[in-house]
């Protein structure tokens, strides 16, 4: 147990819908990161969120968007939502900005129908 | 962001050592080779990073190649829960701390 929390673990939904996946992380950790994994595209890094504030994007689409809550946990939302958004979202937290090392959750499942 | 190659699949017998490849020949000074595995059905989980000299904790060791171009990963006695795909990555000490993941490494272990 890696100490993420990621909750839904599993969600199905339909195109055009909008869903909201949330990570709970480390006690301690300021640092938040969000990942998709998909069959084509292998591990993609989506966003990180260092203490409330955005620190990096990544290959995150306009319709994604996400945040950091003041007590650490984030939350991603997916609006109009298609078929390729069908992946395993991985939330991982770090006690910095700049860590060694990245602490993942068990991940959440869309599938989008 | 610098990029790694690593052979697509390798297979180990339990209980042997396994040493797992990973290139890197466009690797600036200030990167670290870092390792991750995904075991099936799971997140990522860190095994070990290092940037120049060689590295050990509980899980493996990490060779790094004197010119820093090509890196090995070492499972001393590979068990059936080393299964996984194991991925090599660089990291940028002075950037972002986004990890970059490739296709990795699917290691298969043979009882």
């Known amino acids: 147990d890696s100490g993420v929390t990621q909750t839904p673990k599993h969600l199905i939904t339909a195109t055009g819908q909008r869903v909201t996946l949330r990570c709970s992380p480390r006690?301690?950790?300021?640092?938040v990161y969000w990942y998709q994994q998909s069959l084509d595209q292998g591990l993609q890094f989506l966003i990180q969120?260092?203490?409330?504030?955005?620190?990096a994007k990544g290959n995150i689409l306009e319709r994604f968007s996400a945040q950091q809550f003041p007590d650490l946990h984030s939350e991603l939302n997916l609006s109009s939502l298609e078929l390729g958004d069908s992946a395993l979202y991985f939330c991982?937290?770090?006690?910095?900005?700049?860590?060694?090392?990245?602490?993942f959750g068990s991940g959440t499942q869309l599938s989008v129908l | 962001d610098a990029k790694t190659t690593q052979p697509n699949s390798m297979e180990s017998n339990e209980e042997e050592p396994v040493h797992l490849p990973c290139n890197h020949s466009t690797i600036s000074g200030t990167d670290y080779i870092h390792w991750y595995r995904q075991l099936p059905s799971q997140g990522p989980e860190y095994v070990i990073h290092g940037l120049t000299s060689n590295v050990n904790n509980r899980m493996a060791s990490l060779a790094i190649a004197e010119d820093r171009k090509s890196s090995t990963l070492i499972l001393h006695r590979a068990t059936l829960r080393d299964a996984a795909v194991y991925y090599c990555i660089l990291r940028d000490g002075t950037g972002a701390n986004n990890l970059f993941f490739g296709t990795g490494t699917r290691l298969t272990v043979i009882p």
């Open positions: 006690s301690g950790d300021l640092s």
């Open positions: 969120y260092y203490n409330g504030e955005e620190r």
């Open positions: 991982a937290s770090s006690v910095k900005m700049m860590d060694e090392k990245l602490f």
